[in-house]
């Protein structure tokens, strides 16, 4: 059994005839380490790849790394993954989250847990320790998500952890969320999965405790973490609200970000942070003149009922342009636009999407399906609104960051992991281009960065796409190493740092900290082949489940027709970046090259060691990685090359 770091179990669930079975992480943990990799096992190896996602057969598995129970590293986090509806084509998917949950599932005994059948009827899981039971839950169906945490919390003790759906999940809207402690939310459609197995929630509890096998070196390392991260690493707080919100932490984290929590009237803190926090301020500010609370209310209305906050925002805005335009016909009254910006508004939009009522049905389906429905103009401005084809948001967009047109490209939902890695490092760059008190990272640090994390220098020149294959490699193997032990992407990989090393941060810390945990030897490189494995695992699920390699692997056209627009990137309104020999280049009206776009594809496929035509693996490249069993598997249906 992992001695270290593991539970040493993970638990299997069949809703639809109750019964339970142990699986041995032992099996998984050596080749796949946890979260995403373990899921991915069990994904490729117990489900038919012809199961939807709302079909019994398709599994849910939640699957904590070895690093969540051990402070410190901001690694208390958790996944879940399945095949999600959100996505076009319907895929493979995941969403990482923080809060206690994942831990709490660890000191139950459990790595993960997978579960897969349908209830019939709305069911809860109760998991103390060895006691686990599915319970009745018909008292919850129904019920938005903080409500369902309080009665159960006030049921079975405030130590209990809840993670649960909204009734979003429950109706089946296709961008429908988990919520668990803390406010923390999964996105990327897998709340609905979660309800069409009539699973309303599952509440964990349990005493066990984790050792590491080296507690002295992870001490140490947790205090090099913290000189290296701490003091620099509120990058843009503009979601900060003076004297209303303040700075929280996630449990377990240790180290914090520009996380921050506000007290509601009801007493209740809520979190307001990132993305989320963005839901409802353009129309609350067109509306008021003036920020008001009512945009934080947009945020909190999304998680209790369980709607994603990604897909919501390109939802109202665009709604908000198509009723300017005068598009949506009836429909402006229907939703009360005139209102946009007001409580009202929002607390009936939300509520229509939710139980699926009116127009709120369309919208259910994904902002693409709606704006389909409403006409081609409607169509037609999405490109304002959205970035991926699940309709999530736009941020980081690949006309100023080349790097991130193909880590969308290969992706079924928005890749914010990987996504952070190269935007984030602009952001810190930014500070210290407009002389930002405090900041340190300059374009020298940036390009020295690059050599160090992307493979060489060129990876920051923001104006070509030379050397971003080679990058989005390194950045997508990285990540799924990080995403399986499990670390947060708003500190890992930590590529830049304010401290007596200098301003560059260091890419072997992850391997060092698994190392200590789990008593396994393990360096940089091992950790990213790891990685690498994992992602060619993912590529293979998909596949099989009709991801058709390069026809699939695209982005939204508008990036390749419309010019890119001042303002249209929150963090960089000049759209300023880097150049290749340290000057500063507005990318103002730039537009994406196909030609150069598909080049770059045929390149990083060529990297990846898949087939440069298709885009499909090859088996030398899975067999070198030790998937033999994925080369057969993809070898008997046609999918490898
Ligand atoms: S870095 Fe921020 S988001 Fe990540 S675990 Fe820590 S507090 Fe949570």
Redesign the pocket.
């Known amino acids: 059994m992992a001695e270290y770091g593991y539970a040493g179990r993970i638990l299997k669930v069949d809703l639809s005839d109750g019964v339970l079975k142990h699986l041995d992480t032992d099996v998984y943990a050596d080749k796949f380490l946890g979260g995403r990799g373990i899921a991915a096992k069990i994904y490729w190896d117990m489900v038919p790849p012809q199961a939807r996602a709302f079909d019994p057969e398709n599994f849910l598995i939640f699957s904590t790394g070895p690093v969540a129970g051990f402070p410190g590293f ?1 690694g ?2 958790w996944q879940v993954c399945g095949r999600s509806p959100a996505g076009n084509p319907e895929a493979f998917s995941y969403a990482n989250l ?1 809060g206690r949950w994942g831990a709490a599932l660890k000191y139950a005994g459990y790595d993960g847990l997978a579960a897969t059948g349908k209830a019939g009827k709305p069911v809860y899981l109760f998991i103390n320790n060895d006691r686990v039971e599915i319970r009745d839950a018909s008292h919850l169906w129904g019920r938005p998500a903080f409500e369902v945490i309080d009665i159960l919390k006030s049921e079975l003790g405030k130590a209990v952890s809840v993670l649960t759906i909204g009734p979003a999940a429950e109706n089946l809207v296709s961008f429908g969320t988990l919520i668990t402690d803390e406010g923390s939310s999964g996105a990327g459609g897998l709340g609905g999965v979660m309800g069409a197995k009539m699973l309303k929630a599952i509440v964990v509890s349990g005493d066990k405790r984790l050792k590491a096998a080296d507690p002295e070196s992870l001490h140490r390392l947790s205090r090099r973490v913290r000189e290296m991260r701490k003091p620099n690493f509120r990058v843009d707080v503009y979601w900060d609200v003076p004297g209303v919100t303040k700075p929280a ?2 449990h377990g ?1 240790g ?5 921050q929590t506000y007290r509601a009237e009801n007493g209740r803190s809520f979190k307001h ?1 990132c993305q989320s926090a963005f839901v409802y301020i353009e129309p609350v500010m067109r509306y008021f003149g003036r920020w008001n609370e009512v945009a934080m209310l947009g945020n909190r209305l999304c998680d209790t009922y369980g709607l994603d906050t990604s897909v919501m925002i390109g939802i109202i805005n665009w709604l908000y342009a198509c009723h300017g335009e005068g598009l949506l016909g009836e429909i402006s009254e229907e939703l009360g636009m005139s209102e946009a910006g007001s409580s009202e508004f929002i607390e009936a939009l939300t509520r229509k999407i939710a139980f699926r009522e009116g127009f709120g049905d369309i919208l259910a389906r994904g902002i693409l399906e709606a704006a389909q429905y409403i006409g081609k103009e409607a169509e037609g401005i999405l490109g304002n609104f959205i970035a991926t084809r699940v309709g999530e948001t736009k941020d980081y967009d690949p006309r100023l960051i080349p790097t991130t047109a193909l880590l969308y490209a290969t992706e079924s939902r928005r890749p914010i992991q990987q996504l952070h890695e190269p935007s984030m490092i602009m952001m810190m760059w930014l500070k210290w281009l407009r002389g930002d008190d405090g900041a340190f990272f300059t374009s020298q640090d940036f390009r020295e960065a690059a050599e160090r994390f992307w493979g060489g220098a060129v990876a920051a020149d923001y104006t070509t796409f030379e050397g971003k294959a080679l990058a989005a490699k390194m950045i997508q193997d990285r990540s799924y190493a990080k995403e399986s032990l499990i670390l ?1 992407d ?2 890992w990989p930590m590529v830049w740092a304010d401290y007596s090393g200098g301003h560059v941060g260091d890419p072997a810390m992850e391997s060092q900290i698994f190392s200590a945990i789990t008593g396994r030897e393990m360096d940089k490189a091992g950790l990213n082949r790891i990685g690498e494995r994992i992602f060619n695992l993912q590529r293979a699920i998909m596949l099989r489940q009709g991801w058709r390699g390069r026809e699939d692997d695209v982005i939204l056209d508008y990036l390749f027709n419309e010019p890119l627009k001042a303002g249209e990137v929150y963090f960089d309104p000049e759209c300023l970046v880097l150049g290749r020999d340290n000057e500063v280049v507005s990318r103002k009206g730039n537009v994406l090259d196909r030609g150069e776009f598909e080049e770059s594809k045929s390149e990083y496929y060529g990297l990846r060691g898949w087939d440069v035509e298709s885009g499909f693996p090859t088996g030398r490249i899975l067999k070198e990685l030790e998937l033999d069993e994925v080369a057969e598997g993809l070898g008997g249906q046609g999918l490898l090359r």
């Not at 180290?255 to 996380?259: D, H």
Request: glycine letters at 12%; charged letters at 10%; hydrophobic letters at 40%.
């Open positions: 901001a208390y986090r923080g932490v996630c984290c180290l914090g970000c520009a996380r942070f947060c708003f500190t």
